[in-house]
Protein backbone atom coordinates (compact mmCIF):
# COMPACT_ATOMS: atom_id res chain seq x y z
CA UNK A 1 0.00 0.00 0.00
CA UNK A 2 1.35 3.54 -0.90
CA UNK A 3 2.19 5.06 2.46
CA UNK A 4 0.86 8.66 2.28
CA UNK A 5 2.05 10.99 5.15
CA UNK A 6 3.17 8.89 7.50
CA UNK A 7 4.00 12.17 9.68
CA UNK A 8 2.92 12.11 13.61
CA UNK A 9 -0.57 12.86 14.25
CA UNK A 10 -0.79 16.86 14.08
CA UNK A 11 -4.02 19.72 14.63
CA UNK A 12 -7.22 17.67 12.96
CA UNK A 13 -9.08 18.54 9.85
CA UNK A 14 -11.82 21.15 10.19
CA UNK A 15 -13.64 20.62 6.64
CA UNK A 16 -13.04 17.34 4.54
CA UNK A 17 -13.91 19.24 1.07
CA UNK A 18 -15.87 16.77 -1.54
CA UNK A 19 -14.69 18.69 -4.51
CA UNK A 20 -12.58 16.08 -7.04
CA UNK A 21 -9.08 17.51 -7.76
CA UNK A 22 -7.52 20.66 -6.73
CA UNK A 23 -4.30 21.36 -3.80
CA UNK A 24 -6.90 20.09 -1.39
CA UNK A 25 -4.55 18.33 1.70
CA UNK A 26 -5.62 15.35 3.59
CA UNK A 27 -6.98 15.35 7.38
CA UNK A 28 -3.90 16.21 9.16
CA UNK A 29 -4.50 14.35 11.83
CA UNK A 30 -5.85 11.55 10.39
CA UNK A 31 -4.08 8.28 11.80
CA UNK A 32 -0.74 7.27 10.05
CA UNK A 33 -1.68 4.02 8.20
CA UNK A 34 0.98 2.35 10.08
CA UNK A 35 -0.03 3.02 13.53
CA UNK A 36 -3.55 2.51 13.09
CA UNK A 37 -3.00 -0.88 11.91
CA UNK A 38 -0.52 -1.97 15.04
CA UNK A 39 -3.27 -1.09 17.08
CA UNK A 40 -6.37 -3.43 15.31
CA UNK A 41 -6.95 -6.50 16.55
CA UNK A 42 -7.74 -9.74 15.47
CA UNK A 43 -8.45 -9.08 11.86
CA UNK A 44 -7.54 -11.58 8.46
CA UNK A 45 -4.12 -10.56 6.91
CA UNK A 46 -4.96 -8.07 4.13
CA UNK A 47 -2.35 -9.75 1.81
CA UNK A 48 -5.46 -12.37 1.38
CA UNK A 49 -6.74 -10.56 -1.25
CA UNK A 50 -5.14 -7.29 -1.38
CA UNK A 51 -5.81 -5.27 -4.78
CA UNK A 52 -2.72 -4.58 -6.25
CA UNK A 53 -2.08 -0.44 -6.62
CA UNK A 54 -0.84 -0.66 -10.56
CA UNK A 55 -2.38 -4.20 -11.93
CA UNK A 56 -1.45 -3.96 -15.55
CA UNK A 57 -4.73 -4.47 -17.48
CA UNK A 58 -3.82 -7.44 -19.41
CA UNK A 59 -3.69 -9.79 -17.02
CA UNK A 60 -3.83 -14.12 -16.33
CA UNK A 61 -7.40 -13.56 -15.76
CA UNK A 62 -7.43 -12.32 -19.70
CA UNK A 63 -4.55 -14.15 -20.78
CA UNK A 64 -6.26 -16.36 -23.70
CA UNK A 65 -7.15 -13.31 -25.61
CA UNK A 66 -5.22 -11.62 -28.12
CA UNK A 67 -5.13 -8.09 -28.81
CA UNK A 68 -6.67 -7.30 -32.83
CA UNK A 69 -4.69 -5.67 -35.43
CA UNK A 70 -2.03 -4.39 -33.27
CA UNK A 71 -4.25 -1.52 -31.46
CA UNK A 72 -3.44 -2.78 -28.08
CA UNK A 73 -7.42 -3.87 -27.52
CA UNK A 74 -8.41 -6.90 -26.97
CA UNK A 75 -10.72 -9.12 -29.06
CA UNK A 76 -14.35 -9.84 -27.81
CA UNK A 77 -13.41 -10.01 -24.44
CA UNK A 78 -16.93 -9.12 -23.77
CA UNK A 79 -18.05 -12.89 -25.02
CA UNK A 80 -15.83 -14.27 -21.87
CA UNK A 81 -17.99 -12.01 -19.46
CA UNK A 82 -21.85 -13.42 -18.85
CA UNK A 83 -22.44 -11.02 -16.36
CA UNK A 84 -22.58 -6.92 -16.16
CA UNK A 85 -20.92 -7.39 -12.90
CA UNK A 86 -18.20 -9.78 -14.48
CA UNK A 87 -18.06 -7.36 -17.27
CA UNK A 88 -17.96 -4.32 -15.28
CA UNK A 89 -14.59 -6.10 -12.65
CA UNK A 90 -12.52 -6.59 -15.55
CA UNK A 91 -12.86 -2.68 -16.25
CA UNK A 92 -11.39 -1.81 -13.15
CA UNK A 93 -8.38 -0.20 -13.25
CA UNK A 94 -8.19 -0.92 -17.06
CA UNK A 95 -7.10 1.31 -19.94
CA UNK A 96 -9.81 -0.60 -22.12
CA UNK A 97 -12.87 2.19 -22.81
CA UNK A 98 -11.52 4.09 -20.12
CA UNK A 99 -12.11 8.07 -21.07
CA UNK A 100 -10.52 9.64 -17.56
CA UNK A 101 -7.45 9.08 -15.99
CA UNK A 102 -6.75 10.66 -12.18
CA UNK A 103 -2.84 10.91 -10.94
CA UNK A 104 -3.44 10.23 -7.54
CA UNK A 105 -0.76 10.80 -4.64
CA UNK A 106 2.07 12.77 -4.20
CA UNK A 107 5.94 12.54 -5.31
CA UNK A 108 6.95 8.93 -5.20
CA UNK A 109 3.77 7.48 -4.16
CA UNK A 110 1.66 9.08 -7.60
CA UNK A 111 0.43 6.49 -9.59
CA UNK A 112 -1.96 7.30 -13.01
CA UNK A 113 -5.33 5.26 -12.87
CA UNK A 114 -7.53 4.82 -15.76
CA UNK A 115 -11.26 4.66 -15.21
CA UNK A 116 -14.70 5.01 -16.79
CA UNK A 117 -16.65 8.68 -15.88
CA UNK A 118 -19.69 6.94 -16.43
CA UNK A 119 -19.02 4.25 -13.40
CA UNK A 120 -18.05 6.91 -11.66
CA UNK A 121 -21.00 8.90 -12.23
CA UNK A 122 -23.49 6.31 -11.26
CA UNK A 123 -21.86 5.38 -7.79
CA UNK A 124 -20.89 8.71 -6.63
CA UNK A 125 -22.87 12.16 -6.66
CA UNK A 126 -19.27 14.19 -6.34
CA UNK A 127 -18.28 12.42 -9.91
CA UNK A 128 -21.30 12.95 -11.36
CA UNK A 129 -21.03 16.71 -10.75
CA UNK A 130 -17.29 16.60 -11.57
CA UNK A 131 -17.91 14.68 -15.01
CA UNK A 132 -21.73 16.21 -15.60
CA UNK A 133 -22.87 19.04 -14.03
CA UNK A 134 -22.60 23.12 -14.89
CA UNK A 135 -18.66 23.37 -13.64
CA UNK A 136 -17.73 19.67 -15.15
CA UNK A 137 -14.17 19.28 -16.02
CA UNK A 138 -13.42 18.69 -19.43
CA UNK A 139 -10.20 17.41 -19.19
CA UNK A 140 -8.75 13.90 -19.71
CA UNK A 141 -6.80 13.74 -16.14
CA UNK A 142 -7.91 14.59 -12.72
CA UNK A 143 -5.17 15.38 -9.97
CA UNK A 144 -6.17 13.93 -6.67
CA UNK A 145 -3.16 14.90 -4.78
CA UNK A 146 -4.54 14.59 -1.30
CA UNK A 147 -5.79 10.70 -1.80
CA UNK A 148 -3.92 7.68 -1.39
CA UNK A 149 -3.43 5.37 -4.66
CA UNK A 150 -4.51 2.16 -2.99
CA UNK A 151 -7.44 3.63 -0.98
CA UNK A 152 -8.75 4.97 -4.17
CA UNK A 153 -8.18 1.82 -5.73
CA UNK A 154 -10.66 0.18 -2.79
CA UNK A 155 -13.09 3.33 -3.56
CA UNK A 156 -12.88 1.96 -7.48
CA UNK A 157 -13.25 -1.77 -6.72
CA UNK A 158 -16.50 -0.82 -4.30
CA UNK A 159 -17.90 1.08 -7.51
CA UNK A 160 -17.16 -1.53 -9.90
CA UNK A 161 -17.60 -4.35 -8.29
CA UNK A 162 -19.15 -4.39 -4.89
CA UNK A 163 -16.33 -5.72 -3.79
CA UNK A 164 -15.30 -4.28 -0.39
CA UNK A 165 -11.43 -4.95 0.41
CA UNK A 166 -10.16 -3.09 3.59
CA UNK A 167 -7.85 -3.70 6.23
CA UNK A 168 -5.93 -2.57 9.46
CA UNK A 169 -3.38 -0.43 6.92
CA UNK A 170 -6.07 1.05 4.71
CA UNK A 171 -9.25 1.51 6.42
CA UNK A 172 -8.88 5.25 7.44
CA UNK A 173 -7.41 6.20 4.30
CA UNK A 174 -10.38 4.23 2.43
CA UNK A 175 -12.69 5.80 4.68
CA UNK A 176 -11.56 9.38 4.27
CA UNK A 177 -11.77 8.85 0.06
CA UNK A 178 -15.33 7.39 0.88
CA UNK A 179 -16.39 10.31 2.45
CA UNK A 180 -14.93 12.25 -0.30
CA UNK A 181 -16.53 11.34 -2.74
CA UNK A 182 -19.87 10.53 -0.95
CA UNK A 183 -20.19 6.83 -1.24
CA UNK A 184 -22.06 6.30 1.79
CA UNK A 185 -21.73 2.31 1.21
CA UNK A 186 -18.17 1.92 1.36
CA UNK A 187 -18.47 4.53 4.61
CA UNK A 188 -20.17 2.15 6.71
CA UNK A 189 -17.99 -1.26 5.83
CA UNK A 190 -15.12 0.65 6.93
CA UNK A 191 -17.09 2.11 10.21
CA UNK A 192 -18.46 -1.18 10.73
CA UNK A 193 -14.93 -3.18 10.61
CA UNK A 194 -13.48 -0.22 12.72
CA UNK A 195 -16.43 -1.53 15.19
CA UNK A 196 -15.39 -4.40 14.71
CA UNK A 197 -12.09 -4.26 16.01
CA UNK A 198 -12.26 -1.59 18.70
CA UNK A 199 -10.53 -2.06 21.97
CA UNK A 200 -8.83 -1.04 24.77
CA UNK A 201 -5.78 -0.16 23.08
CA UNK A 202 -7.39 1.64 20.29
CA UNK A 203 -10.24 3.39 21.45
CA UNK A 204 -8.86 6.97 22.00
CA UNK A 205 -7.14 6.30 18.59
CA UNK A 206 -10.25 5.59 17.22
CA UNK A 207 -12.43 8.08 18.83
CA UNK A 208 -10.13 10.72 17.38
CA UNK A 209 -10.80 9.30 13.91
CA UNK A 210 -14.54 9.35 14.88
CA UNK A 211 -14.52 12.67 15.56
CA UNK A 212 -12.97 14.02 12.52
CA UNK A 213 -14.82 12.14 10.28
CA UNK A 214 -18.01 13.13 11.94
CA UNK A 215 -19.03 9.90 12.81
CA UNK A 216 -21.29 9.72 16.12
CA UNK A 217 -21.94 6.12 16.29
CA UNK A 218 -18.61 4.89 16.54
CA UNK A 219 -17.75 7.97 18.59
CA UNK A 220 -20.39 6.94 21.33
CA UNK A 221 -19.13 2.86 21.16
CA UNK A 222 -15.39 4.55 21.53
CA UNK A 223 -16.60 6.43 24.89
CA UNK A 224 -18.44 3.92 26.19
CA UNK A 225 -15.15 1.44 25.67
CA UNK A 226 -13.43 4.24 27.26
CA UNK A 227 -15.71 4.38 30.50
CA UNK A 228 -15.68 0.96 31.30
CA UNK A 229 -12.30 0.47 30.91
CA UNK A 230 -10.89 3.90 31.49
CA UNK A 231 -7.38 2.55 33.42
CA UNK A 232 -6.49 0.04 30.63
CA UNK A 233 -7.33 3.25 27.84
CA UNK A 234 -5.29 6.06 29.42
CA UNK A 235 -2.50 3.56 29.77
CA UNK A 236 -2.93 2.19 26.15
CA UNK A 237 0.01 3.63 23.67
CA UNK A 238 -2.22 5.85 21.79
CA UNK A 239 -3.58 7.78 24.36
CA UNK A 240 -0.61 10.64 24.33
CA UNK A 241 -1.58 10.49 20.60
CA UNK A 242 -4.66 12.38 20.57
CA UNK A 243 -5.37 15.66 20.39
CA UNK A 244 -6.47 18.46 22.74
CA UNK A 245 -10.45 18.37 22.27
CA UNK A 246 -10.42 14.50 22.12
CA UNK A 247 -8.31 15.12 25.70
CA UNK A 248 -10.96 17.78 26.75
CA UNK A 249 -13.87 15.48 25.53
CA UNK A 250 -13.12 12.67 27.84
CA UNK A 251 -12.06 14.47 30.63
CA UNK A 252 -15.28 16.59 31.06
CA UNK A 253 -16.91 12.99 31.79
CA UNK A 254 -18.81 11.76 34.85
CA UNK A 255 -18.60 8.32 33.89
CA UNK A 256 -15.09 7.54 34.07
CA UNK A 257 -14.14 4.90 36.12
CA UNK A 258 -11.09 5.49 37.87
CA UNK A 259 -9.33 7.48 40.73
CA UNK A 260 -8.47 11.01 39.94
CA UNK A 261 -4.91 10.44 40.41
CA UNK A 262 -4.50 8.27 38.10
CA UNK A 263 -6.38 10.48 35.19
CA UNK A 264 -3.89 13.24 36.68
CA UNK A 265 -0.54 10.89 36.07
CA UNK A 266 -1.93 10.22 32.43
CA UNK A 267 -2.80 13.52 31.59
CA UNK A 268 1.30 14.62 32.34
CA UNK A 269 2.17 11.73 30.32
CA UNK A 270 -0.01 13.84 27.89
CA UNK A 271 1.17 17.08 28.52
CA UNK A 272 5.08 15.70 28.08
CA UNK A 273 3.97 14.32 24.80
CA UNK A 274 1.90 17.54 23.24
CA UNK A 275 5.14 19.52 24.57
CA UNK A 276 7.60 17.63 22.27
CA UNK A 277 5.32 17.73 19.63
CA UNK A 278 5.39 21.25 19.67
CA UNK A 279 9.18 21.53 20.01
CA UNK A 280 8.92 23.32 23.43
CA UNK A 281 11.19 22.25 26.16
CA UNK A 282 8.87 19.77 28.84
CA UNK A 283 8.44 22.22 31.53
CA UNK A 284 5.67 22.75 34.28
CA UNK A 285 4.71 25.83 32.85
CA UNK A 286 4.94 24.99 29.36
CA UNK A 287 2.59 21.50 30.61
CA UNK A 288 0.14 23.27 32.38
CA UNK A 289 0.59 26.39 28.98
CA UNK A 290 -0.61 23.27 26.17
CA UNK A 291 -3.10 21.38 28.51
CA UNK A 292 -5.06 24.83 28.05
CA UNK A 293 -8.86 23.95 30.00
CA UNK A 294 -8.06 20.40 30.30
CA UNK A 295 -5.97 21.11 33.08
CA UNK A 296 -8.81 22.99 34.49
CA UNK A 297 -11.11 19.86 34.17
CA UNK A 298 -8.97 17.64 36.86
CA UNK A 299 -10.93 17.11 39.97
CA UNK A 300 -8.31 17.35 42.65
CA UNK A 301 -10.95 17.57 45.29
CA UNK A 302 -11.83 13.95 44.21
CA UNK A 303 -8.23 13.16 45.40
CA UNK A 304 -7.38 11.57 49.01
CA UNK A 305 -5.37 14.20 50.77
CA UNK A 306 -2.08 11.40 50.25
CA UNK A 307 -2.70 11.13 46.66
CA UNK A 308 -2.55 15.03 46.28
CA UNK A 309 0.40 15.21 48.52
CA UNK A 310 2.48 12.76 46.37
CA UNK A 311 1.35 14.09 43.24
CA UNK A 312 -0.12 17.27 42.04
CA UNK A 313 1.52 19.08 44.91
CA UNK A 314 4.57 18.40 43.98
CA UNK A 315 3.88 18.25 39.96
CA UNK A 316 4.93 22.24 39.87
CA UNK A 317 1.40 22.55 37.44
CA UNK A 318 -0.44 24.37 40.82
CA UNK A 319 0.55 27.96 42.22
CA UNK A 320 1.20 28.35 45.72
CA UNK A 321 -2.30 29.56 46.16
CA UNK A 322 -4.02 26.81 44.40
CA UNK A 323 -2.34 24.71 46.59
CA UNK A 324 -2.77 25.41 50.14
CA UNK A 325 -6.81 26.13 48.92
CA UNK A 326 -6.99 22.88 47.88
CA UNK A 327 -5.09 21.31 51.23
CA UNK A 328 -7.71 23.49 53.02
CA UNK A 329 -10.25 21.89 51.14
CA UNK A 330 -9.20 18.08 52.43
CA UNK A 331 -9.13 19.48 56.11
CA UNK A 332 -11.54 22.07 57.00
CA UNK A 333 -14.95 22.65 56.64
CA UNK A 334 -16.97 24.26 54.85
CA UNK A 335 -14.92 23.67 52.58
CA UNK A 336 -13.18 26.72 50.53
CA UNK A 337 -14.18 27.47 46.62
CA UNK A 338 -10.76 25.79 44.56
CA UNK A 339 -11.50 26.44 41.32
CA UNK A 340 -11.95 22.68 40.41
CA UNK A 341 -14.71 20.36 40.19
CA UNK A 342 -15.88 18.28 42.66
CA UNK A 343 -18.85 16.30 40.95
CA UNK A 344 -17.83 12.66 41.68
CA UNK A 345 -17.01 10.21 38.44
CA UNK A 346 -18.55 7.12 37.66
CA UNK A 347 -22.10 7.73 37.60
CA UNK A 348 -23.31 4.29 36.60
CA UNK A 349 -24.50 3.64 32.55
CA UNK A 350 -26.32 0.96 31.09
CA UNK A 351 -28.75 -1.47 32.80
CA UNK A 352 -28.90 -2.25 36.45
CA UNK A 353 -28.51 -6.00 36.88
CA UNK A 354 -29.32 -7.94 40.40
CA UNK A 355 -27.86 -11.42 40.95
CA UNK A 356 -30.14 -13.30 43.23
CA UNK A 357 -28.85 -16.09 45.58
CA UNK A 358 -31.98 -17.77 46.73
CA UNK A 359 -34.74 -19.47 45.21
CA UNK A 360 -36.86 -19.89 48.38
CA UNK A 361 -37.47 -17.87 51.48
CA UNK A 362 -38.34 -18.54 55.06
CA UNK A 363 -39.29 -17.24 58.15
CA UNK A 364 -38.12 -16.06 60.41
CA UNK A 365 -34.38 -14.78 61.01
CA UNK A 366 -33.12 -12.61 64.32
CA UNK A 367 -30.74 -10.29 64.84
CA UNK A 368 -28.03 -10.41 67.80
CA UNK A 369 -26.37 -7.41 66.94
CA UNK A 370 -23.50 -9.80 64.37
CA UNK A 371 -23.49 -8.79 61.21
CA UNK A 372 -24.38 -11.39 58.56
CA UNK A 373 -22.03 -11.70 55.75
CA UNK A 374 -21.25 -13.96 52.49
CA UNK A 375 -18.16 -13.98 50.43
CA UNK A 376 -18.42 -14.03 46.67
CA UNK A 377 -16.03 -13.82 43.70
CA UNK A 378 -17.04 -12.67 39.67
CA UNK A 379 -15.58 -13.86 36.68
CA UNK A 380 -15.19 -10.32 35.34
CA UNK A 381 -14.87 -6.55 36.76
CA UNK A 382 -17.89 -5.28 37.99
CA UNK A 383 -19.20 -2.46 39.76
CA UNK A 384 -21.56 -2.95 42.95
CA UNK A 385 -24.06 -0.28 43.79
CA UNK A 386 -26.50 -1.88 45.88
CA UNK A 387 -27.87 -5.59 47.85
CA UNK A 388 -31.11 -6.65 48.49
CA UNK A 389 -32.73 -7.17 51.86
CA UNK A 390 -35.78 -9.74 53.28
CA UNK A 391 -38.72 -7.42 54.62
CA UNK A 392 -39.29 -7.38 58.50
CA UNK A 393 -41.49 -10.39 59.78
CA UNK A 394 -43.80 -8.53 62.04
CA UNK A 395 -44.89 -6.08 59.06
CA UNK A 396 -43.85 -2.94 57.38
CA UNK A 397 -40.51 -1.06 59.42
CA UNK A 398 -38.89 1.84 58.38
CA UNK A 399 -34.80 0.93 58.02
CA UNK A 400 -31.57 2.58 59.17
CA UNK A 401 -28.54 3.41 56.81
CA UNK A 402 -27.00 1.19 58.96
CA UNK A 403 -29.00 -1.73 58.34
CA UNK A 404 -30.30 -2.94 61.84
CA UNK A 405 -33.52 -4.68 61.85
CA UNK A 406 -36.08 -6.39 63.61
CA UNK A 407 -36.40 -10.26 62.84
CA UNK A 408 -37.28 -10.82 59.35
CA UNK A 409 -37.42 -13.48 56.51
CA UNK A 410 -34.20 -15.34 55.25
CA UNK A 411 -33.65 -17.34 52.59
CA UNK A 412 -33.03 -21.35 52.33
CA UNK A 413 -31.16 -23.55 49.54
CA UNK A 414 -28.93 -21.27 48.42
CA UNK A 415 -26.71 -21.38 45.05
CA UNK A 416 -23.40 -21.51 45.17
CA UNK A 417 -22.81 -20.82 41.61
CA UNK A 418 -25.32 -18.48 39.76
CA UNK A 419 -24.91 -16.62 36.12
CA UNK A 420 -26.43 -13.10 35.08
CA UNK A 421 -26.99 -12.11 31.38
CA UNK A 422 -25.39 -8.66 31.42
CA UNK A 423 -25.56 -6.21 28.20
CA UNK A 424 -24.35 -6.93 24.94
CA UNK A 425 -24.84 -10.86 25.60
CA UNK A 426 -22.22 -10.70 28.53
CA UNK A 427 -22.27 -13.23 31.32
CA UNK A 428 -21.15 -12.11 34.99
CA UNK A 429 -20.78 -15.85 36.89
CA UNK A 430 -20.65 -15.32 40.27
CA UNK A 431 -19.51 -17.78 43.25
CA UNK A 432 -21.06 -17.69 46.90
CA UNK A 433 -18.45 -19.08 49.54
CA UNK A 434 -18.77 -19.02 53.17
CA UNK A 435 -17.52 -16.19 55.32
CA UNK A 436 -14.92 -17.32 57.91
CA UNK A 437 -15.77 -15.87 61.45
CA UNK A 438 -18.92 -15.12 63.11
CA UNK A 439 -21.24 -14.02 60.76
CA UNK A 440 -24.95 -14.37 62.54
CA UNK A 441 -25.31 -17.61 60.38
CA UNK A 442 -26.09 -16.21 57.10
CA UNK A 443 -23.95 -19.28 54.69
CA UNK A 444 -24.16 -19.91 50.98
CA UNK A 445 -27.22 -22.25 51.98
CA UNK A 446 -29.39 -20.20 54.07
CA UNK A 447 -29.19 -16.12 55.79
CA UNK A 448 -29.45 -12.66 54.34
CA UNK A 449 -27.95 -10.67 51.88
CA UNK A 450 -30.32 -12.55 48.94
CA UNK A 451 -29.50 -10.07 46.58
CA UNK A 452 -26.25 -8.05 44.78
CA UNK A 453 -26.90 -5.18 42.60
CA UNK A 454 -23.92 -3.90 40.30
CA UNK A 455 -23.77 -2.97 36.83
CA UNK A 456 -20.85 -4.10 34.49
Not at 51 to 72: D, F, K, R, Y
Not at 314 to 323: C, H, K, N, P
Amino acid sequence: MASGSKNDIVNRLLNVRLEGGGDEQPPQNMLPSNQLARRLENVADEDNGRIPEAVPSSSSAIENLQPSNNTGRLHNWQATKTTVKERLSFLFNNEILSDVHFIVGRDANQQVIPAHKFVLSVGSAVFDAMFNGVLATKSEEVELPDVEPAAFLHLLKFLYSDEVRIGPESVMTTLYTAKKYAVAALEEHCVDFLKSNLGTDNAFLLLTQARLFDEPQLAALCLEMIDKNTVDALNAEGFTDIDQDTLNAVLERDTLRIREAKIFSAVLRWSEAECIRRQLPVTPGHQRAVLGRAFNAIRFPLMSVEEFAMGPAQSGLLDDREIVQLFLYFTVNPKPNVGFLDTPRCCMTGKELTVNRFPQTESRWGYSGTSDRIRFTVNQRIFVVGFGLYGSYFGPTEYEVHLQGTDSYYGTKGLRRVTVDGNNGEKVVFQFSYAAGNNNGTSVEDGQIPAIIFHI
